[in-house]
């Protein structure tokens, strides 16, 4: 029994500027299998693509920014 990537919702980065980018479902899950496939944290791979990103929280769809 592991996660299921599915179940974490949307991920929202909160950049250092105070900007904010709400991913897809698409991209959290893409981003989660990845990280459960190669060991490495959700965050170190978010912030290669980010690196301004300082806040990581997980919505779902009935949940506002």
Known sequence: MGIDCSDLG????????????????EET???CNESLETGKE????????E??????RFI???EEE
């Open 10 to 25: 949307r991920a929202l980065l909160i950049m250092r500027d105070g900007s904010r980018k709400l991913l897809s479902l």
């Open 29 to 31: 899950v893409e981003i």
């Open 42 to 49: 959700f965050h170190e791979i978010v912030k290669r693509k």
């Open 51 to 56: 690196p301004q990103v300082k806040v990581i």
């Open 60 to 62: 779902q769809d009935w």
